[in-house]
């Protein structure tokens, strides 16, 4: 049963238990939160749109989540896990939606959501060796730039969201940030800060794990329920594969793909039944372990952001999320 958690436009201040000492924000048996001030006063419909697609779908009212005492579901083993009702603003299921936890490369969102608030869509990028040879990002997730390359922001957005290539991302920040990956970082913090993520803090575009760096189940459902104003990222989440056409070094016009690494998105992985799956973005590393957020639709039309993180395996993380949507119905 939805157990219903109807926003009131006041502030709300949740106090949840715990100390807060360095790394340990990390261990699954000894979850630190910090009180958690959240301000709901909010007229997004105001917020400046520089990328010019963003609409007010979902925007007058944010889920607030108080006791989670009242949901227990044993099959849900990820250190996290939400579902959030957010055409009625109410709370489906929250397990330790306060927690910190590393992102990993949902991170990623807020780096799109700050390209679309800040930057141009037709801008175009070219990527250079600082970015195509970074030492930290050989190994990782890559959407595979070539150096001296021209890409769009809307192809690199693609880049960051679909194959979840790090370099896209970093491409992204040194872009819209001025050349300084290190401003665009300032102005994710700050976009946080705005949309009343408290819980969150970045220090990359990527995700890649650093002590510093870490979010909650709740901030990301802020992040996500942002950029579903803006309907270049909703029709960027519901694609499974992505052609596109870039200019490489030498002036001559190049094909490329990307692919969704989202298995609902690529049809590898079914929603459960009268559910539609309105894709979302992925996260992986050895810290992170899985992790998912994704928004979806019922038969009337309800709109739901769920979020996953720390599952202990790709097939867990699906099958938990399979079990998270299925409360839509219960």
């Given at each position: 049963?939805?157990?219903?958690?109807?926003?009131?436009?006041?502030?709300?201040?949740?106090?949840?238990?715990?100390s807060?000492?360095?790394?340990?924000?990390?261990?699954?048996?000894?979850?630190?939160?910090?009180?958690?001030?959240?301000?709901?006063?909010?007229?997004?419909?105001?917020?400046?749109?520089?990328?010019?697609?963003?609409?007010?779908?979902f925007?007058?009212?944010?889920?607030?989540?108080g006791?989670?005492?009242?949901?227990?579901?044993?099959?849900?083993?990820?250190?996290?896990?939400?579902?959030?009702?957010?055409?009625?603003?109410?709370?489906?299921?929250?397990?330790?939606?306060?927690?910190?936890?590393?992102?990993?490369?949902?991170?990623k969102?807020?780096?799109?959501?700050v390209?679309?608030?800040?930057?141009?869509?037709?801008?175009?990028?070219?990527?250079?060796?600082?970015?195509?040879?970074?030492?930290?990002?050989?190994?990782?997730?890559l959407?595979?730039?070539?150096?001296?390359?021209t890409?769009?922001?809307e192809?690199l957005?693609?880049?960051?969201?679909?194959?979840?290539?790090?370099?896209?991302?970093?491409?992204?920040?040194?872009?819209?940030?001025?050349?300084?990956?290190?401003?665009?970082?300032?102005?994710?913090?700050?976009?946080?800060?705005?949309?009343?993520?408290?819980?969150?803090?970045?220090?990359?575009?990527?995700?890649l794990?650093?002590?510093?760096?870490?979010?909650?189940?709740?901030?990301?459902?802020?992040?996500?329920?942002?950029?579903?104003?803006?309907?270049?990222?909703?029709?960027?989440?519901?694609?499974?594969?992505?052609d596109?056409?870039?200019?490489?070094?030498?002036g001559?016009?190049?094909?490329?793909?990307?692919?969704?690494?989202v298995?609902?998105?690529?049809?590898?992985?079914?929603?459960?039944?009268?559910?539609?799956?309105?894709?979302?973005?992925?996260?992986?590393?050895?810290?992170?372990?899985?992790?998912?957020?994704?928004?979806?639709?019922?038969?009337n039309?309800?709109?739901?952001?769920?979020?996953?993180?720390?599952?202990?395996?790709?097939?867990?993380?699906?099958y938990?999320?399979?079990?998270?949507?299925?409360?839509?119905?219960?």
């Amino acid at each position: 049963m939805i157990r219903k958690k109807s926003v009131q436009c006041t502030l709300i201040t949740l106090f949840l238990a715990g100390s807060l000492t360095g790394c340990s924000l990390f261990g699954a048996s000894d979850p630190l939160l910090e009180p958690y001030a959240v301000a709901y006063n909010t007229n997004i419909s105001a917020m400046q749109d520089m990328a010019g697609d963003r609409t007010d779908l979902f925007a007058d009212d944010l889920v607030v989540v108080g006791d989670e005492s009242g949901y227990q579901d044993e099959t849900i083993k990820a250190e996290a896990a939400i579902i959030y009702n957010v055409t009625s603003n109410q709370v489906v299921f929250s397990h330790n939606a306060f927690e910190r936890l590393y992102p990993a490369s949902i991170t990623k969102l807020m780096t799109v959501l700050v390209a679309l608030k800040y930057g141009n869509l037709s801008d175009s990028v070219t990527v250079g060796d600082d970015i195509v040879k970074k030492s930290e990002l050989k190994g990782t997730s890559l959407a595979k730039l070539q150096s001296g390359c021209t890409y769009t922001l809307e192809q690199l957005i693609y880049g960051a969201l679909l194959p979840s290539g790090n370099d896209a991302a970093l491409a992204i920040a040194q872009h819209v940030g001025g050349g300084n990956v290190d401003e665009f970082i300032n102005m994710m913090n700050a976009e946080a800060k705005e949309l009343g993520a408290t819980g969150t803090n970045f220090v990359n575009p990527h995700g890649l794990t650093d002590e510093n760096h870490y979010s909650t189940a709740y901030d990301i459902y802020l992040i996500y329920n942002e950029l579903l104003q803006y309907e270049t990222f909703r029709n960027v989440v519901q694609t499974a594969s992505y052609d596109y056409t870039y200019t490489d070094a030498a002036g001559a016009q190049v094909s490329g793909n990307f692919k969704t690494t989202v298995k609902y998105t690529n049809q590898e992985v079914t929603p459960p039944e009268n559910v539609v799956a309105l894709g979302g973005k992925t996260g992986t590393t050895s810290a992170a372990m899985y992790c998912l957020a994704m928004s979806s639709q019922d038969t009337n039309g309800n709109q739901y952001v769920s979020v996953i993180l720390k599952a202990d395996s790709r097939e867990q993380l699906y099958y938990q999320m399979n079990q998270l949507l299925q409360k839509i119905y219960n």
